[in-house]
Every structure is written in C-alpha cells, then in structure tokens.
C-alpha cells in the first residue's frame, strides 16, 4: 500500500485550494503546495488531485493502471470507478493516451451544467506558447503552451467550448504543477 499525502486533511485542503485557484484563473500553471508520493502509472500531481476529489460519492474512469495504484487510490480515497469514460465524473488521460470523445462525456444539463465531466489530463510539462486563451478569469487574453497533449486535442477543445454553457473541464498536469481549463475559455492557435 502506498502512503498518500504526509498531512492528509490538510494537504488535500490546500491542493483543493490550488484547483480552485487554478479553474479561476485558467491556463495560469500553478504548483501545487503537497505532492504525495508517486503512484506506479500516475505522475506524483495527477495522485494528489485524485486523493483531493476523488470520493465514494464521484466516479472516476482510470486507465488500466498497476492494482496497487487502484488500491492505494480505493484506501485512501474511497474511490468509486467507472466503467466507462462516459459515465465518470473524473476520467484520467495519462502521458500518451487518445483523448477520449468529448461529446461522449458528461456535458452537464441546462438546468445544471455542473454535473459535467472534468479531465485530468497529463502532459509533458508546460511552456513554449501554443494557444492564446481568452474569456471569464482572464485581465487580457493569456499565451500558453503543453507539451505532451493528446494529438488534436485544442481542435477538439474549440468543439467542447461551442456547446458552453455545457461541455467539460480540464485540468493540466504536469510532474508538479497544474492549470484549469474550464469549458469556458475561447482557445485561438498560433
């Protein structure tokens, strides 16, 4: 069994903090304030998000990962899983994984667009400028850049953000930091 974070009440507060901060202010990488240790398949950050939100009460699709990691995240968590990306309420993209179809998960309703679905999407790291994000969190439209993305994956984005107010969030991983993606912000290339 693998050890979770070192002060669990409190490092998961202070990790949900940083998600909140990171929604509110998208495509601004920020580095979370506790990382447990790493789980075999899952980078150390994509592991503190899941110890955070992850509950009996949510479903999460994973990836086929080591069963340890699975029982790790069960222990700790309370972890329900999904069968399928598009009955999740988190789903796992992994370094080198397809992104799932966006249109297939949870988009949310008209009268409560917040029972979507949200992505934790690992990638390589942050920074050489891809994109230039604008909309609702932003003083003036934001540079930003991830390596590691699924292929297609900001074409699919501008679909995703089209069906606003439904769709689904992200949320970007990197081996120590993240940056929120809400289905709110309007990607341009170049």
């Known amino acids: 069994m693998f ?12 990790t949900f903090r940083a998600v909140l901060a990171a929604m509110a ?11 447990p240790p790493a789980l075999p398949g899952l980078k150390a950050a994509t592991a503190a ?22 029982a790790s ?3 700790h968590t309370g972890l329900r899983l999904a069968g399928r990306p598009e009955d999740a309420d988190f789903i796992v993209v992994a370094e080198n994984m397809p992104l799932p179809e ?29 994109v230039e ?13 991830a390596a590691g993305l699924p292929a297609g994956f900001w074409t699919e984005w501008r679909r995703n953000h089209a069906r606003f107010p439904l769709g689904v969030d992200a949320m970007l991983i990197s081996d120590t930091h993240i ?6 912000v309007r990607i341009r290339e170049g």
């Open 25 to 35: 202010e998208p495509l601004l990488p920020r580095a979370l304030p506790a990382l």
């Open 102 to 130: 966006l249109p297939s998960l949870k988009a949310g309703s008209a009268e409560y667009p917040d029972r979507s679905a949200t992505l934790l999407i690992e990638t390589d790291g942050f920074g050489e400028d891809q």
């Open 179 to 184: 940056a929120g993606l809400p289905r709110s």
């Open 49 to 70: 998000l899941l110890y955070t939100l992850a509950d009996q009460d949510v479903g999460v699709w994973l990836p086929a990962l080591p069963d340890e990691t699975v």
């Open 3 to 14: 050890t979770a974070f070192a002060r669990p009440v409190d490092d998961a507060q202070r």
């Open 73 to 75: 995240l069960r222990f």
């Open 133 to 145: 994000g604008s909309g609702p969190g932003f003083a003036a439209p934001r540079r930003f850049g």
